[in-house]
């Protein structure tokens, strides 16, 4: 008896024990899954939530492919793109335009007082081009623009004298009368999503120039500096006659409905340009003051650069032209690069990216009288004797003019696409006549400033003068930004008296 009681009190004691070790560890490790799925499924949540933004993002930045089907679907674009092509190829040889009136026998002083009156020509061409682009045909208007630069080439390559360099000057200049509406005949049907790439694919005709400066590279090695240019004038003068027949005969284009409401032409011209130039400074006043000091800047650089380059340092024509060769090869993905950078980033991010280059090539021409090469001479020699010029390639003013030369075409393109993002579209032609006319007057300064100091000083002085204006540009956007927001840009269009709105 005293057994089984004993057995039945260890089993009642058993049954009010509490839970052994074992099951302890279970409990606790039903608890840490539990957890575990919890953890897990927060993971999943926001792997979805990413997911979903990638896809957004994709959405709203279509393929390569898909943009370039969308620009290209208008066919105009097709036939515009290919003869501005041949336009920029021969272009590159102004270039050479400051060299070649100095073989010419023309002064410093000289040279810079016709670019600067050349230059406000231009500018006020661009004013009233920029009213004229927008009451007339756009389509005619390219044709015209591109028949004065044939005619401005063809007189460059058959006269040498005084009046008839000043008549193709005045050709090249008031060309700029219908340059604005050729513009505009492009830039308002490119989808504003692609607008980046679509601005930017015009600067792939840069790929000619390496054709043009080829063909004169060789020239030079067999005629007079002066008889090779004059060749290539010649050449472009007919190849445009071509492009122009091209641009008249396949482009298509039609006179906008423009209603003046019985006020007179002049009186109209007047009321428009002001009211694009009251949009154009509320919305980018920023971009405007940049404008202003970088148009002058440059207006100096280009002036004196390759002068400088030939005289001071010593480095010949052959060397120059291969200079620019590379410059065409180094900035053609840049600027395609950068059309698609502007369309996906800020354009104060890209401003930043692109103008904080400019200092560094203004310095460098600065020091380069005290160190001209940044190689041995046994190297330099060496690459001479390959081919008259390939020492250049070691100099630091190549440095310097291959660095300027690409990011003033890519900083360009970056304003031109902030105008076409921010700015309605139906008054794309005045909004860029205004624009190129704030361009081209202050650089007007630039050439009869630079002849002086030429002239008068020391040449490298003319550089200081660059590099402290970079500085100030390059500060002004660190700390301003270069555009407004969206909303201030809307603000501003409403209280400049437009109607049409933005698209």
Known sequence: MKLIQHSDERSEHDLDDEPSKLEWDLLALEDSIEAEKVRLGGIKARLEEIEGKIDEIKEESPSLTDSLRAIFSWRNYSVYL?????????????????????????????????????????????????????????????VVAMFMMAVYNLIMGIFVEFTWIIIALLFFST????????????????????????????????VLGIVTLGAFIILTQNLEFKQSLRLMFLTGGLFLVGTTIVRAVF?????????????????????????????????????????????????????GAYIYIYEEIGIEIPGLILMSIV??????????????????????????IVYSIMPICALLLVIAPIVPYWAPASLINQADSLFSGFGAFFSIPFLALVLKSVNDAVWYLLLLTIIQKNLPRQDTSKILSVFWFIVFLFASIGPSLGGFVFEYFYQGHLFIVVLLLNLIILGWIARQGIVKTSEEIESAHSHSGGEDGFE
């Not at 590159?92 to 406000?120: P, T």
């Not at 090869?329 to 354009?347: A, H, K, N, Q, Y």
């Open 175 to 206: 060309m700029d009368v219908f340059k604005g509406g050729s513009t505009a005949f492009i830039m308002d049907n490119i989808p504003k999503e692609h607008s980046g790439l679509g601005i930017s694919l015009f600067t792939a005709g840069r």
């Open 82 to 142: 290919a003869t501005s092509w041949v336009f920029t190829a021969f272009s590159y040889m102004g270039l050479f335009f400051n060299l070649y009136l100095l073989e010419l026998d023309w002064e410093y002083v000289l040279i810079g007082s016709v670019l600067s009156i050349i230059s406000a020509i231009s500018a006020t061409s661009r004013l009233i081009g920029g009213y004229i682009g927008d009451v007339s045909n756009r389509k005619n208007l390219s």
């Open 327 to 352: 410059t065409i090869i180094v900035s053609v993905p840049l600027m395609l690069g950068t059309g698609r950078m502007s369309d996906r980033r800020g354009e104060k991010k890209t401003a930043l």
């Open 251 to 303: 482009l298509e284009g039609k006179t906008p409905e423009i209603k003046r409401e019985g006020v007179s032409l002049v009186r109209s011209f007047i009321q428009e340009n002001k009211r694009a130039a009251n949009l154009l400074f509320k919305a980018v006043p920023g971009m405007i003051a940049i404008v202003i000091l970088d148009s002058l800047s440059d207006s100096l650089f280009k002036f």
